[in-house]
T-cell receptor, first 114, second 112 residues
Framework: DAGVIQSPRHEVTEMGQEVTLRCKPISGHDYLFWYRQTMMRGLELLIYFNNNVPIDDSGMPEDRFSAKMPNASFSTLKIQPSEPRDSAVYFC????????????FGDGTRLSIL | QQQVKQSPQSLIVQKGGISIINCAYENTAFDYFPWYQQFPGKGPALLIAIRPDVSEKKEGRFTISFNKSAKQFSLHIMDSQPGDSATYFCAASKRATNKLIFGTGTLLAVQP
């Protein structure tokens, strides 16, 4: 089975531009997570969904960030407008059922805002 | 109370040696403690996990030791190999939730 697929793998854009990151979870998984990884703050959970419904978005840093999951096989994380401090590696992960279940991570999108 | 504190930040071990990474938590509601391994350019991957009703779990060369009273847990890598060189994250989550709180990570370098 294919793992979690993220696109693009790298994104370089100028400050103020809209950025859209994409994620395809593992088929059959009902939980989807968006994380941000930086040297300063480590691995932070931004938001997670269960059955396409956002459950906890308390980690979303600002209103500039939004996430959607229109169906079980696709999710987006959007930043508008982008700022240099948004530069980070963004990971998507998925898991099956609730509780003590492994989260399967994609290989991330490295985002650089100039 | 939501934090998981991890140490050391980096670790250098000789091939064949034992690597030890420590984590501590405050929230007694945590009941699942996984360790994730991350290679450069890749996402973290689950390595091994433990529940608080068990004091130790071993999988191959990897062992988690758990001290519930001290609210601490650690990862031991026996016979460390250069291929184990990676960043290791401890994490914790509460019952009936999939929300993981990650430690700050430990960069392990195993020298040949």
């Amino acid at each position: 089975d294919a793992g979690v697929i993220q696109s693009p793998r790298h994104e370089v854009t100028e400050m103020g531009q809209e950025v859209t990151l994409r994620c395809k979870p593992i088929s059959g998984h009902d939980y989807l997570f968006w994380y941000r990884q930086t040297m300063m703050r480590g691995l932070e959970l931004l938001i997670y969904f269960n059955n396409n419904v956002p459950i906890d978005d308390s980690g979303m840093p600002e209103d500039r960030f939004s996430a959607k999951m229109p169906n079980a096989s696709f999710s987006t994380l959007k930043i508008q407008p982008s700022e240099p401090r948004d530069s980070a590696v963004y990971f998507c992960a998925s898991s099956y059922r609730q509780g003590r279940r492994p989260q399967h991570f994609g290989d991330g999108t490295r985002l650089s805002i100039l | 109370q939501q934090q998981v504190k991890q140490s050391p930040q980096s670790l250098i071990v000789q091939k064949g040696g034992i690597s030890i990474i420590n984590c501590a938590y405050e929230n007694t509601a945590f009941d699942y403690f996984p360790w994730y391994q991350q290679f450069p350019g890749k996402g973290p991957a689950l390595l091994i996990a433990i529940r608080p009703d068990v004091s130790e779990k071993k999988e191959g060369r990897f062992t988690i030791s758990f001290n519930k009273s001290a609210k601490q847990f650690s990862l031991h890598i026996m016979d460390s190999q250069p291929g184990d060189s990676a960043t290791y994250f401890c994490a914790a989550s509460k019952r009936a939730t999939n929300k993981l709180i990650f430690g700050t990570g430990t960069l392990l370098a195993v020298q040949p």
